[in-house]
């Protein structure tokens, strides 16, 4: 049973322009959320992470949305380049509960165009 | 920066050997996981250990058992390898319940 779902195997997108990345979840106990950056032959790095508490968080050209009543978080990319070429993964946990363990989806592999 | 290192990137190994994957991190983080990637499927949980000596299993623990006598080593043993144990193996650790993952580059497994 796939718990944290991303639908979207892949995206492309121009340089310039905006990417979104967007991620589904059925467990209502989750209740902070990340997302990871993942370039070939190295390992997932922390981009940028949202508590249930919020519905917006930004860092720089990176912004993550929680639509909590939807189960639904995306991750907006402005404006993307081509260095941002690589599969993104969202992840969840839940907290104090759950040492700190993450429960991952699928990936979307984003492509940015020059 | 928190360090997280996996002894090998890329290992081959015969259907039925015994394999030990290991990983050592620099930051006295408490926690530490072994998660598996493969394509469509993300990044799955094997096992997890939140103290020396203790272990949880994760997602798909079958086929694998751990070991974290130290602090900062976390060993993933693969006691009979099979062919459907070919993956990314990624080691990652975190210093609390909160926080993110820091990940190793990985060990790539071929098993034939």
């Known amino acids: 049973d796939q718990q944290v779902k991303q639908n979207s195997p892949s995206l492309s997108v121009q340089e310039g322009r905006i990417s979104i990345l967007n991620c589904d979840y059925t467990?209502?106990?989750?209740?902070?959320f990340l997302w990871y950056k993942k370039y070939p032959a190295e390992g997932p790095t922390f981009l940028i992470s949202?508590?249930?508490?919020?519905d917006k968080n930004e860092d720089g050209r990176f912004t993550v949305f929680l639509n909590k009543s939807a189960k639904h978080l995306s991750l907006h990319i402005v404006p993307s380049q081509p260095g941002d070429s690589a599969v993104y993964f969202c992840?969840?946990?839940?907290?104090?509960?759950?040492?700190?363990?993450?429960?991952f989806g699928q990936g979307t592999i984003l492509t940015v165009h020059p | 920066d928190v360090k997280v290192t996996q002894s090998s990137r890329y290992l081959v190994k015969r259907t039925g050997e015994k394999v030990f994957l290991e990983c050592v991190q620099d930051?006295?983080?408490?926690?530490m996981f072994w998660y598996r990637q493969d394509p469509g499927l993300g990044l799955r949980l094997i096992y997890f250990?939140?103290?020396?000596?203790?272990?949880e299993k994760g997602d798909i623990p079958e086929g694998y058992s751990v070991s974290r006598e130290k602090k900062e080593r976390f060993s993933l043993i693969l006691e009979s390898a099979s062919t459907n144990q070919t993956s990314m193996y990624l080691c990652?650790?975190?210093?609390?319940?909160?926080?993110?993952?820091?990940f190793g580059n990985g060990t790539r497994l071929t098993v034939t």
């Open positions: 990652a650790s975190s210093r609390a319940s909160w926080g993110p993952l820091h």
């Open positions: 467990n209502s106990m989750f209740d902070y």
């Open positions: 949202i508590s249930s508490i919020k």
């Open positions: 992840a969840a946990s839940s907290g104090g509960t759950s040492y700190g363990k993450l429960t």
């Open positions: 930051m006295d983080h408490e926690n």
């Open positions: 250990s939140y103290d020396v000596k203790m272990k």
